[in-house]
């Protein structure tokens, strides 16, 4: 049976619903628009990617808006044999906007968060290697986990900070936003010359050196300074068959 579908509203279906991503110190929720993604934006990360950490014009992917979810424990991805963390700084935008100049940018940003662009890399590697997009891989369910947003009245714009992520209590990634090759002014503003931004939109913008592996019962502490933490477990009881899957 079909959900019933509130035919007053004007819909066919049932209308999806609003993803949303807890505010600091407030009762009200960012509603999140959509999820863009900033590929190879820390210099030593493009290296042990094997790229060449040279300061080219960015790439952006996206990941779908109900790909986020708050911290907590997870399911373990499905069709994975290597799951990696990349932790991230978070922009959370309150104003939309096409051609932003550098200079204004920053006035477009409600806040920022600590964010994790999981990735399912052994289908990253399959699809780079037959040309294929990479959706699979970086927009699966629950592929981005994003803690609280802490408003610019509060935290103000971070330029420098430690990015950190520890697996298990073991530090894994270690870097500093001042690291970041395109800053985060100069990546709304490149941004919106590709697309129309809007409010409600994030940007999650690269990660340091050190991604790795994730396993089944792994517990995953992020953290940036001035910005906040994230911690996310997944479950343990998916371990027999990713051992299975990894020794096949």
Known sequence: MHPAVDRSAGYAIAAPEVTTVAVAGM???FPVARVFCVGRNYAE???EMGHDPEREPPFFFMKPADAVVSAGRLPFPTQTQELHH???LVVALAEGGRDIPVERALDHVFGYAVGLDMTRRDLQAEAKKAGRPWDMAKGFDQSAPIGQIRVVEDIGHPTK???WLRINGKPRQEGDLAQQIWKVPETISLLSTLVALRPG???MTGTP???GAV???DLLEGHIDGVGDLTV???SSAKAAFRDRVTR
């Open 45 to 47: 990360h493009s290296i």
């Open 209 to 211: 050196k050190g991604v």
């Open 27 to 29: 009762d009200e929720v």
């Open 233 to 235: 477990s997944y479950d």
């Open 215 to 217: 396993e089944p019962g």
């Open 86 to 88: 990349e932790i991230e």
């Open 201 to 203: 939109d994030l940007i």
């Open 161 to 163: 900070g430690a990015v």
